[in-house]
């Protein structure tokens, strides 16, 4: 290894102890669940951080519980409302208040059941913005929320686009993957239809992985390189009459996992939410800001165009990559890697105590 490699080190988790026990997610923080819209009376079941929860919404106000049954464990979500506020188990008709997860009745132990006030199920604070619902996943009295969304998200003048799907990988990779200054000049370089007329460079290396800024760590290049004469081998990239020049994007990155990318005229934000050690919830949006009119053209050109360019096919090129990628530790890294050093820094600093 170089002195610069050296630097950076190895990716063992004896170096960042917290961050391999973080597989599970960090809990203390804000999540999006899912678009508002999907949150009806009709219970919806998501996982997040290993933990499964119902989301109803009654009277306007959305409530969050663990979905599962404190008698014999089964799925809340499976049951029905036989009193206003409240919320009773499909098996045994135990039934819980929506608003605090207090057991107020064991229906099939009549109306003295001793059960009442002692049973309990976990409830979740929940924050509605700009059409997402948000939830706290930490133990402790919830930050305001504002603390984890950035404020463009809430201003008036801002349109939001995007979707949510479920990948295989455990989500710290994904980050990874998100703040990866190497993978975007060669995984993206090629069979994307997204960076097929791009001139990409063929190399930024950021020796310190960014600086500071507002809780963002922004990732700065040290080096730029556009095309290098490899010796024994020839030169690359190699690029085609087509290939122009693009403006330069800026990669941000801040705590539970949520990654900007700015275009110019428009961001792109990642959030990264642990379902299980294997699997994560991968929500991705695009947010331009403009008047009425703006807005109407940046949404119908996610709709007619970027959608399937950018966030179907581009991301999946990602989605295989982490889909693929073994946990295995350590493993050498490499200059353009001093990101996802600085990345693993930040997670030692997280709020509060892991998922498990």
């Known amino acids: 290894m170089d002195g610069q490699e050296r630097r950076v ?7 960042w102890p917290h961050y391999g026990e973080i597989a599970m997610g960090l809990p203390n923080y804000w999540y999006p669940a899912t678009w508002s819209r999907r949150i009806r009376t009709r219970p919806l079941r998501v ?19 663990a979905d599962t049954c404190p008698h014999r464990g089964i799925p809340l979500s499976m049951g029905r409302q036989e009193f206003p506020g409240t919320w009773s188990c499909a098996y045994h008709g135990w039934t819980f208040d929506l608003a605090t997860g207090v057991c107020r ?23 509605e913005r700009v059409g997402i619902v948000f939830v706290w996943m930490g133990k402790g009295a919830p930050v305001p929320v504002e603390a984890d969304i950035r404020e463009e998200f ?5 349109a939001i686009v995007g979707r949510l799907t479920i990948r295989q990988g455990n989500w710290r990779y994904a980050a990874e ?10 995984l993206h370089r090629y069979h994307s239809l ?19 800024q507002d809780g963002w760590i922004v ?11 490899f010796p024994g081998l020839g030169r690359w990239p190699k690029f085609r009459f087509w290939n122009r020049a693009s403006g330069r994007v800026t990669v941000s990155y801040r705590l539970p996992g949520n990654i900007r990318v700015a275009y110019g005229r428009y961001n792109h934000y990642n959030w990264y939410m642990p379902l299980d050690r294997d699997r994560h919830h991968y ?30 096919r581009l991301n999946n090129q990602d989605a295989r990559m982490v889909r693929a990628m073994p946990e295995t530790e350590p493993a050498p890294l490499y200059r353009p890697d001093a990101s996802i050093a600085a990345w693993r820094r930040l997670c030692e600093e997280a709020r509060g105590e892991s998922a498990g």
């Open 9 to 15: 080190g190895l990716s063992d988790f004896r170096t």
């Open 47 to 65: 996982e997040l951080l290993g933990q499964p929860i119902m989301f109803r919404r009654e009277g306007g106000r959305i409530y969050a519980l």
């Open 105 to 127: 009745a064991a229906l099939t132990d009549g109306p003295q059941s001793a059960v009442c006030g002692r049973g309990r199920v976990r409830t979740y604070p929940v924050e």
């Open 154 to 158: 809430l201003g008036r003048d801002s």
């Open 177 to 186: 993957n998100s703040v990866d200054e190497g993978h975007a000049a060669f």
């Open 194 to 212: 997204w960076t097929k007329f791009t001139r990409m460079a063929g190399w930024i290396v950021s020796l310190q992985g960014g600086h500071r």
């Open 219 to 229: 990732r700065t290049a040290d080096e730029i390189g556009g095309v290098g004469d």
């Open 283 to 312: 929500f991705q949006f695009l947010v331009a800001q403009g008047n009425w009119t703006q807005r109407q053209i940046f949404r119908l050109c996610y709709w007619l165009y970027r959608r399937w360019l950018f966030h179907l």
